[in-house]
């Protein structure tokens, strides 16, 4: 098991009701911890929606995390 | 010059135009994204920009460093605002100064583009009709990724 620090943004942030939260998963890569967290928190958005940053960097989905990795998955954004 | 910013104050636009003033320079093209009051048949009240700003300000100065090296412009710089705004208020603010005109249009073309596609900033609008919702976001999540709202929307429907 290794621990993981989520934040979340916007959309996310709404449903889940909270801005951030630690997670002990086995999960290997984001793909795995995100299918985890969608049932958890029921999360309507499907992965082929979204961008996922760890440690404060985009990054691919099926790279490993490892214990201490912050993540953020990204909901589809709107600046301008 | 090179700079990307993120503020929660309202942008002075003519203090950061002061600031791209440059003798090589032969002009300067801005952009600048203003809050508007409707958006895909909904009327707008205000606005709140929600942003990831460790993430925003590096893919942000990328943005402008790929602008400086594909147009051969000498400055380029922006700003985007979060927070809560009103109608009217300036959301983003793109400069970019160069020795002639046509490079510095292209690139602040390109840095508005690239803004709005990349940068992790998400906006959320509040309705006349009482209620309120991220853009892009909420019908996506609602009606599944076959659905035609999905498809990219063209540049000059997508506004602030």
């Excluded at chain 1, 940053?53 to 490993?64: G, Y």
């Amino acid at each position: 098991m290794k621990k993981i620090h989520v934040r979340y943004f916007a959309l996310f942030r709404d449903q889940v009701g909270r801005d951030e939260e630690t997670i002990e998963t086995e999960a290997s890569d984001p793909a795995g911890l995100y299918a985890e967290l969608q049932a958890r928190h029921d999360l309507g958005l499907g992965a082929d929606r979204l961008k996922v940053a760890v440690n404060d960097e985009f990054t691919s989905w099926d790279r490993s995390l490892s214990d201490g990795d912050r993540i953020v998955f990204i909901p589809p954004v709107a600046g301008g | 010059m090179i700079e990307f910013g993120l503020t929660r104050e309202p942008i002075d636009t003519e203090q950061w135009r002061r600031r791209m003033f440059d003798l090589t320079c032969g002009g300067y093209a801005a952009f600048e994204g203003w809050v508007r009051d409707h958006n895909e048949g909904q009327e707008v009240l205000r606005l709140e920009y929600e942003v990831y700003e460790t993430l925003a300000l590096s893919e942000g100065n990328k943005i402008l460093a790929e602008a400086i090296e594909r147009f051969g412009v000498t400055g380029a710089a922006c700003v985007h605002r979060h927070g809560e705004l009103r109608l009217g208020d300036v959301a983003v603010w793109v400069g970019v100064s160069a020795a002639h005109r046509d490079e510095a249009f292209k690139a602040c073309r390109y840095v508005i583009d690239e803004v709005k596609i990349r940068l992790p900033i998400w906006k959320k609008e509040h309705y006349v009709a009482g209620d309120s919702g991220w853009v892009n976001c909420e019908r996506c999540a609602a009606h599944g990724h076959a659905h035609e709202t999905d498809r990219p929307r063209q540049p000059e429907t997508a506004g602030v």
